[in-house]
């Protein structure tokens, strides 16, 4: 086979047929046999080739086939052996090979060849694992010339190639030209930088989102006509922020406005030390949080409600300005002045985000001038100072900036002269519309591509229905607008793709064999508007579930597969949705199996890492064309997950898992894809998406966790963004902080709608600096502490071993309340005592040990424990929470009393109880909410009246065996427990099945399982865990 030509500039078609290859000896051009079905009409027959159609001809080509629904059958099947010596035919030009890289995409910064870092780095150098000293701790500290005590090295995580020393600090942001590792992966694919030479204002978003300060586009006030004579107020001015340009008056020079002062004062909330309560004394903490306890003495620390986040110790003009902590979250909410003194508390440092939740509220402003530091690139924010009303000083590097005529006016309140009245200093959250500065090309329409297995062993599973029925249900639903496209691709070991261009009676189906060297027919008709081909797109929705019925095909060609699929979705980028549900058998990214089922239960040597780079260097290759990939997984058997996930994770895609998927037998399952696909294909996404983590001068952001790709030195890109994704950081202090009374944190994710907007979500946190170990142990935040002490224990199972990283969970709780013991306690009580801001810490990390992730001595599945740790990376906090540590309710004797009332709907409010059986009684029914599963365990002795009037059932035994639903009676005690699952489910995104439980169900064992505080076979109860924490503690 010869290689592919050159690709011809605009893919014009002249030409072309000179390079049509001759048929081999062994006759036919297609390789696959025989075409013709009896049933199958061929539009196009053989001899004629694409001719008429395409720009060349398709040797590997069966030719455009309508589908046959009736049929039931498609002629796919490939003859073996068949020589080609075709040339290949070129097809467009930005679909090919080399030129996907030079698209109107962003570029890398550098050429590979310029940055000595790059060039040198092998291409498998990111992978994580690679020659890392098993520590057995963490250090928290960093850099790691910091000199420390603490017995670890230095936690790197894969995700960070730059994250090492080498880091500048926040506020200096390398520019393109800088050499830095900011392009350790540019070798790997994602841009050779053949830069065509076209002219391109901005080639990064680096420089776009906010390098130096040079690399960034000028914003300042672009309309110096906007002099005016000033008055108290312009009633004149038109509401709204559609780019205000206040009438023209007198057309005086701007130097000569003269804002009015004396009796309009200046009203800015100052922020500062007089603004911070008092020291200790003024702790905003109820007394109670003062409070230190002795967890052996104490140990039920569980509140009955949800456990809520510290509130930061800040005056409360600004407190109440400060961003939602479901947003926005540090470990440490009052932060410690030196890394000597984080060092000190042993308490990781850093952030967890949720930056794209839905809100219900969101304030978003159109503006002309989005106004941002000329240093740093900070967006305004409510915690910048102004010294007058021309004059901002930067919250994060001090600089002082110029107000912008623009923003002396004030259109919520038509006032002149309140620049801090302007809803972008009023609000932590808020969204800016972007104007064309922030692009690197035009907005492109929202891309849906579907990859769909359909090998034998998919068709097994029943899944294709399930899927197709989604997405015609939803096909109106998409998020987008009158450009949105859309495409399939189905495989087996073969790809076929399906032609849905506007016109065609019915869609064709494209089938390409050679998995070796993947090309795209027709590339023109595969993607299309959806608007224009809905009624094909229909057509095909309803025929594929039939299409493969009778296949007796089983290999799997994913990997080619998704090689067409980038190809074709690499001009415009866009979301790829992959339906996979075995191990890839063919052609690249092979993958063996490699579970050895004795060894689960052991905590080492097991496989996390992936066996391949194929699919972490294809999801790199997918994130520099914006291009995003989810991965959906259904299957009964071992399919390396955490070598397949990897095309999700650096993509920023996600990871969906359904173990032993069955349409038959496993109907619950069926349920929970259906609801998750309906939450997948209607919920927000943002395209080509980058994000940045800003933070005040003296603080550093060293690791990010999370499902995105490190573009330069703390840009996260991000292909596509949406509303259920979380991501982590963590930080270290650089330079002492001892100036300053208050840091701040800001991300700003810039990312296009699907309306085809470009947008700005800026979120902005501000926390107080402290100087005593005390205030730091009083600020702690244990669920973010835990959160984020769980990203870094996936990092550490991956780039040392799983018993390194539970080793060091454990050893986070010795530490920090080793060093509260002999460096805040006064005296040296008995027992175990800890602050009560970390009351829960112990409880946490013993549920974290028994977290499937974490967990040993149990037959977990490979897989399913990769899942965890997936969901552990990429979940918001509060559900990673509940899968951790679930709540559990006693729900047989519901009352009305405390309960909540939305839109007339009375939903009760049980309160939360121990994770132990010591909790359960036999004459109760209880609730488990594990986040992705809620389980109800009704004792055997459970009223009567519970299983008449909530299960419908006569007696105990009359229980089925399986039960995944509750039946709705007509019986208050039904209402009130349907309306709390349902108020339970409505909480998040994702679809928790219930399952009823008796004492005999295999289930059982499950929900045992989850009983955080009782001894298993392999781990500690919560007491005995306590009482070694407190040997480790007291040596
Ligand atoms: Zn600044």
Redesign the pocket.
Known sequence: MSQPGIPASGGAPTGLQAQNGTPSASGSPYTNGPVQNARISSQVSMSQGYNSQLPGSYPHLIPAKTLNPVSGQSNYGGSQGSEQTLSRPPVASNLVTSSIYSGPVPQMPLPASQNPVAATMPSGSFLPGANLPPPLNWQYNYPPTVSQTNHCPPATSQLTVSGNTNLTTN?QYVSSGDISLQNSFIKSGITSNTNNGSMVVHNSYDEIEGGGFLATPQLTNKNPKMSRSVGYSYPSLPPGYQNITPPSATGMPPSSLNYPSGPQAFTQTPLGANHLTTSMSGLSLHPEGLRVINLLQERNMLPSTPVQPPVPNLHEDIQKLNCNPELFRCTLTNIPQTQALLNKAKLPLGLLLHPFKDLLQLPVVTSSTIV???????YINPFVSFLDQRRWK??????V?DVPEEFMYNPLTRVYGEPHRRPEVQNATIEFMAPSEYMLRPPQPPVYLFVFDVSHNAVETGYLNSVCQSLLDNLDLLPGNTRTKIGFITFDSTIHFYSLQEGLSQPQMLIVSDIEDVFIPMPENLLVNLNESKELVQDLLKTLPQMFTKTLETQSALGPALQAAFKLMSPTGGRMSVFQTQLPTLGVGTLKPREEPNQRSSAKEIHLTPSTDFYKKLALDCSGQQVAVDLFLLSGQYSDLASLGCISRYSAGSVYYYPSYHHQHNPVQVQKLQKELQRYLTRKIGFEAVMRIRCT?GLSIHTFHGNFFVRSTDLLSLPNVNPDAGYAVQMSVEESLTDTQLVSFQSALLYTSSKGERRIRVHTLCLPVVSTLNEVFLGADVQAISGLLANMAVDRSVTSSLSDARDALVNAVIDSLSAYRSSVLSNQQPGLMVPFSLRLFPLFVLALLKQKSFQTGTNARLDERIFAMCQVKNQPLVYLMLTTHPNLYRVDDLSDEGALNINDRTIPQPPILQLSVEKLSRDGAFLMDAGSVLMLWVGKNCAQNFLSQVLGVQNYASIPQTMTDLPELDTPESARTIAFISWLREQRPFFPILYVIRDESPMKANFLQNMVEDRTESALSYYEFLLHIQQQVNK
Do not use: D, F
């Open positions: 506020h941002r530091c000329r240093s740093c690139r900070t930067c919250n994060l590097c001090y600089r900036n001068k």
